[in-house]
């Protein structure tokens, strides 16, 4: 009897020790913003790219200017992405994608040697920009594997063309496309990551729509663009301002997203800030003031590699203090 109870309380040990060294990240979702910015270059904002990681999943949405940089900064690995996901084909969301490729498939890098083909998903036309890029890299990619420096599977990009619903399901995580409103770009798709009970909505590039709202009703966590000329630029330059406001949600209409939606959290990216020579652009005060008119919720502007946890403790915002900073010039578009 003595022996068995021993044999129960190992077991117990083993069993208590076991849950204590799971893994913190099991059930979480991590989401992390390599790029928060538009086509106007700007070193303080890189080009738009999310990071999410969930489970044993690494999803890149969207690669746009100085990913793989960003994706150094962070200290992680491309050559473990497991999928890229394009939210549409404007140049900001695309421009890092040739450098990805390059780099993951480079053996002698820490931070690459991809031995298989890049998974690449995105709207109609993706499989142009898949094509474009092995076309691009054709002598480079035969350079390289003379001298050994390249799996040959990993020069390959398997590309997808996105439909509305789930797109993307392994090891427990889901990502479902849905279409967005980006005016007179059809199609353009927000995303929804789905993990161990906690759900990540990503707006795109997207004026107000109802079927990302639908999607992110209640959600943990809700990354969304929006765009901003100030006050005196919409007074005096209306008819400027307003064509952008049709295809890219205003501080008042994310308001109304947000109040809608009711995310546990928000975080803004691709952050559009408007401007003309003598007006400039409206500054991240004017921007939270006039969204915290609408909405009572908690949100954040988005930094370059701002991060976030979510989990059953809810959602834990970590920023990140970018070292090189760039004085915005007067009267530009960023």
Known sequence: MLKVRRLHLAIAVLISSAIANTPATAQEI?????????????????????????????????????????LQQKGASIRDINAIFITHLHSDHLTGLPDLYATAELLPLAIGGRKTPLDLWGPAGIDN?????????????????????????????????????????????????????????VPAYG??????????ALSGDTAYSPNLVSQAKGVDLLIHCVAIG????????????????????????????????????????????????????????????RVRAGYDGPFVIGQDLMSFTVSGNGVVREPYAIEMRQRSAPGTMQ
């Open 191 to 200: 995303f929804r990551v789905d993990y161990g009970g906690h759900a990540v």
């Open 30 to 70: 991590r989401v992390t913003l390599l790029g928060t910015g538009t086509p106007i270059v700007n070193i303080n904002r890189f080009g738009m790219s999310t990071l999410v990681e969930a489970g044993s999943q690494k999803l890149l949405f969207d690669a746009g200017r100085g990913v793989v940089l960003r």
């Open 230 to 289: 100030s006050a005196r630029l919409e007074q005096l330059r209306w008819d400027f301002v307003r064509r952008f406001y049709e295809y890219l949600a205003n501080p008042e209409m994310v308001a109304k997203i947000l109040t809608e939606s009711r995310p546990r959290d928000a975080v803004f990216s691709h952050i559009s800030l408007y401007s003309q020579a003598d007006i400039p652009t409206a500054t991240e005060d004017e921007l939270t003031s």
């Open 129 to 185: 920009v898949a094509r474009g890029i092995e076309l691009m890299f054709t002598d480079n990619n035969r350079l390289r594997a003379v001298g050994g420096e390249i799996a040959q599977e990993a020069t390959r990009i398997a590309a997808h063309q996105l439909s509305e619903g789930v797109v993307y399901e392994r090891d427990g995580v889901k990502v479902t496309a849905f279409l967005v409103n980006h005016g007179h770009v």
